[in-house]
């Protein structure tokens, strides 16, 4: 080992992360006590730099989108992260901090498949792509399949909506959430395919190409499909939906040659592309029956501020449903049921998901064509059921969320469980959404509340909003609080007043930008 002095022990203060360099190698340092501990400096999500996130009971809270790792061992407790943080040889001598820049060994490949029992994952989305990892994370060295329809897949999905359209990224820059060499490191088979029918009965799948797999547990992560309004003129050229990376890359490419872009639905993809494509200098017009954007994930206050920034970004708004798409073999234009006509060379319906659990036989569906789990992901005997299509219980009430670090989340519970383990969802959830460059976090689920608590302002892109219930603390939204939002995650956990979040909003100290 290599250490190289790095700082007195007396110059690094008590609980507070420290970036250092050591040649081309940035290390993040933090004392505890009389104890030392020497991780990777960024997020292995998105290279979020850890120094400016929060440290709380233990952990470590990314900045930008909230993966969670253990202080002493880096070790990942919460996603969109997939793995632990690197760690690093330190020592303390006589007053000094020593490290060795060559970070300890990782996870090794699996020599072989110790097991022929199959364990299968159908959809390596975000859900099933976490699941996959966290089964060889947890010691499961059985045989284990992956079933997937999109070529392409896994992908980081939220890419889509956020960077591709507003040109910060191109479409082979969309990043592979599990490379070819973890598959084949970790021996885990592929087949790019589509499902048919799942027979649970039997413990059977069966392919839109006659083959038949038997499992002996099923994870199903097979996400939501867009939906579209049964209306006159649905299948005109020109109308399109926003989920995956086919569809991402047709809309990016049909918007290049067409500047008129009306979106029906003021969703948070829908938003979320308003303003990438406003970056780019697209007309953009929305429709919705409803005026205001998230007003009810966030209130009429923070929804009236949602609206005035697209406005003042150029985004015109339209109140009102459609009646029919015009057009003769190419939409023209939308037409809303008052009679109003609005011209389009492009609609993108953003009008929301259903669970893809059509093919789903021997197992009961809700009336969303969801299946219920428990907090164990179980759906039933052998199968497991994550992300948009599983109805879970969240305090005590059965919800069904879409978002991309929820299904992570589950697929983490989910693999636990399928490996021999007992994790349950306990987790607090997560989401953020990106606005014209400014990054949106909600902690929490709030169905409804009887206090708004905001401090800062919106307006200049750094404020936090507490939503209570009976003066406990049910979800909050924020920008600009980077340590505040992630400290608030951790101490949701358990329950939180109103005055006590107001406590830690005043008291956590933010770094420098």
């Not at 820049?101 to 990782?106: A, F, I, V, Y």
């Not at 953003?350 to 669970?355: E, I, K, M, Y």
Request: with cysteine; aromatic share 8%; net charge negative.
């Amino acid at each position: 080992m290599a250490y190289q002095e790095v700082m007195s022990l007396t110059a690094l203060p008590e609980m507070q992360s420290k970036k250092i360099s050591l040649g081309d190698t940035d290390i993040l340092l933090i004392k505890k006590g009389d104890r030392v501990f020497a991780l990777e400096s960024t997020c292995p999500h998105s290279g979020a730099p850890l120094e400016k996130g929060a440290l709380c009971e233990g952990k470590i809270i990314c900045p930008w989108h909230k993966s969670v790792f253990t202080l002493e061992q880096g070790a990942l407790c919460e996603p969109p992260a997939l793995r632990d943080l690197k760690r690093y040889p330190v020592k303390v001598e006589q007053g000094k901090i020593w490290v060795d820049p060559k970070p300890r060994p990782g996870a090794e490949p699996l020599d072989k498949v110790t097991t022929q029992e199959t364990l299968v994952v159908l959809g390596v989305g975000a859900g099933g792509s976490a699941a996959v990892k966290a089964l060889r994370e947890k010691g499961y060295r059985g045989r284990l399949m992956v079933i997937e329809r999109e070529k392409q897949a896994p992908y980081d999905r939220t890419t889509l909506s956020k960077f591709v359209p507003q040109g910060d990224m191109d479409m082979d820059e969309v990043p592979s959430l599990l490379d070819d060499d973890f598959y084949q490191q970790q021996k885990i088979e592929r087949i790019n395919g589509n499902v048919e029918e799942l027979n649970a009965d039997k413990h059977q799948l069966r392919l839109d190409d006659g083959q038949v797999i038997t499992y002996g547990k099923l994870l199903l992560a097979t996400g939501g499909i867009p939906q579209r309004p049964d209306l006159p003129g649905k299948a005109l050229f020109g109308i399109q939906v926003l989920r995956s990376w086919e569809q991402a890359a047709e809309l990016v490419d049909t918007v290049e040659k067409e500047k008129r872009l009306v979106i029906v639905g003021n969703s948070f993809i829908g938003m979320e592309v308003a303003a990438a494509f406003r970056k780019q200098g697209v007309d953009v017009t929305v429709i919705a029956e409803h005026p205001l954007p998230f007003e009810k994930q966030f209130g009429q206050e923070l929804a009236s501020f949602f609206r005035r920034r697209h406005e003042h970004k150029g985004v015109k708004f339209v109140a009102g449903l459609p009646a029919e798409f015009t057009g003769e073999r190419r939409v023209d234009a939308v037409v809303l049921k008052d009679g109003t006509r609005i011209e389009a060379d492009l609609v993108l319906l953003a009008t929301g998901v259903a669970p893809a659990t059509g093919f789903i036989h021997g197992l009961p569906l809700n009336k969303d064509g969801s299946l219920s789990v428990d907090a164990s992901m179980s759906a039933g005997k052998d199968v497991y059921a994550i992300g948009d299509i599983a109805t879970f219980p969240l305090n005590g009430k059965p919800t069904r969320i879409e978002h991309w670090r929820v299904a992570q989340q589950h697929g983490r519970v989910a693999a636990s469980r399928m490996a021999g383990q007992d994790d349950i969802y306990d987790s607090v959830p997560f989401f953020w959404t990106q606005q014209y460059g400014v990054r949106y976090e909600y902690l929490g689920h709030a169905e409804k509340w009887d206090t708004i608590d905001i401090t800062g302002s919106p307006d200049k892109d750094d404020f936090v909003a507490l939503y209570a219930l009976n003066d406990e603390l049910v979800a909050v939204v924020g920008t600009g609080r980077m340590r505040t939002t992630g400290t608030l995650l951790i101490k949701m956990g358990e329950k939180l007043t109103l005055r006590q979040a107001k406590r830690i909003v005043a008291e956590v100290v933010e770094p420098d930008s």
